[in-house]
């Protein structure tokens, strides 16, 4: 079975420019989530999507992030500007999970953000 | 308040002992908990899961403990291996959510 996808691996760009991650979900898994992973830490969730809409983005930083899933599959996460502190590796995971059943979520290898 | 957090940042043992690694929650609302394994440059791993009406659950050579009565998790490792180095993180589910809540972590590392 194939795992989660995302691409790039890394990147690197100057504080106030734009940066895109992609995701690609295990298959059939309608839960994606986005996590923030800053050095040392745990992640931190982001945004969870269940199939294209979105189940909780509480703690996203709205006035610079973003993100959709068209389609219920594939997603994007984007930042606009870049700021330093968002130096961190995104994690995208992907689940099973429904309101009536709680299973695992399956992570990708992430995208290490450098903001220089 | 809603956080995961662990007694102990790193642990060093030796191969072939066994390892305990400690987590406490904080959300008595809390009903599904899982251990991921973090090797570094890649994305966390899934070991074991316990659900609350559960207080213990075993796998090859991981067995995870749960308190609920003082809100204490735990992982334990069989003859630790040095591929068992890692940083390794609680998270849980608390019932009206259905995203995981990620501790700090706690690095493992298996002196030969």
């Known amino acids: 079975e194939a795992g989660v996808a995302q691409s790039p691996r890394y990147k690197i760009i100057e504080k106030r420019q734009s940066v895109a991650f992609w995701c690609n979900p295990i298959s059939g898994h309608a839960t994606l989530y986005w996590y923030q992973q800053i050095l040392g830490q745990g992640p931190k969730l982001l945004i969870q999507?269940?199939?294209?809409?979105?189940?909780?983005d509480s703690q996203l930083p709205k006035d610079r992030f973003s993100a959709e899933r068209l389609k219920g599959v594939d997603s994007t996460l984007k930042i606009q500007p870049a700021k330093l502190e968002d130096s961190a590796v995104y994690l995208c995971a992907s689940s099973l999970s429904s309101p009536y059943i709680k299973t695992e979520a399956f992570f990708g290898q992430g995208t290490r953000l450098t903001v220089v | 308040g809603e956080s995961v957090g662990l007694h102990l940042p790193t642990l060093s043992v030796q191969e072939g002992d066994n390892s305990i690694i400690n987590c406490a929650y904080s959300n008595s609302a809390s009903d599904y908990f899982i251990w991921y394994k973090q090797e570094s440059g890649k994305g966390p791993q899934f070991i074991i899961d316990?659900?609350?009406?559960?207080d213990k659950r075993q796998g090859q050579r991981v067995t995870v403990l749960l308190n609920k009565t003082v809100k204490h998790l735990s992982l334990q490792i069989a003859a630790t291996q040095p591929g068992d180095s890692a940083v390794y993180f609680c998270?849980?589910?608390?019932?009206?959510?259905?995203?995981?809540?990620f501790g700090s972590g706690t690095r493992l590392q298996v002196q030969p």
């Open positions: 316990i659900r609350s009406n559960m």
């Open positions: 999507f269940q199939n294209n809409g979105v189940v909780d």
């Open positions: 998270a849980e589910i608390y019932t009206g959510r259905r995203a995981l809540t």
